[in-house]
Nanobody, 120 residues
Framework: QVQLVESGGGLVQAGGSLRLSCAAS????????SAWYRQAPGKQRELVAR???????NYADSVRGRFTISRDNAKITMYLQMNSLKAEDTAVYYC??????????????WGQGTQVTVSS
């Protein structure tokens, strides 16, 4: 069964940048809608950014202008470029996507999560 595999988290100083990746574990699929979420300790999971099948994007107010969501359909990989990071961006980041196969639609798959820690 296809899974979403995340990479790219880590520790960075405030003002720095990171790029998160989220790749489908098998070929033969394409992204439909997809998004990045995050969950900080003691807080609910929140939507960070979303990209539709037509590549329209929207962002949480807290990250607009600093984060960019994108995807590479040939690699079946989506990205979250995070610039000007702040301490309050510290969280576990999760990708979420619907994947379309030749005869299936896998709805709301989640990545395993990747920790982003921003030191002030």
């Amino acid at each position: 069964q296809v899974q979403l595999v995340e990479s790219g988290g880590g520790l960075v100083q405030a003002g720095g940048s990171l790029r998160l990746s989220c790749a489908a574990s098998r070929s033969g699929y394409s992204f439909v809608a997809s998004a990045w979420y995050r969950q900080a300790p003691g807080k609910q999971r929140e939507l960070v950014a979303r990209i539709t099948s037509s590549s329209s994007t929207n962002y949480a107010d807290s990250v607009r202008g600093r984060f960019t969501i994108s995807r590479d359909n040939a690699k079946i990989t989506m990205y979250l470029q995070m610039n000007s990071l702040k301490a309050e961006d510290t969280a576990v980041y999760y990708c979420n996507a619907d994947l379309r196969g030749s005869s299936t639609l896998m709805r709301s798959l989640w990545g395993q999560g990747t920790q982003v820690t921003v030191s002030s």
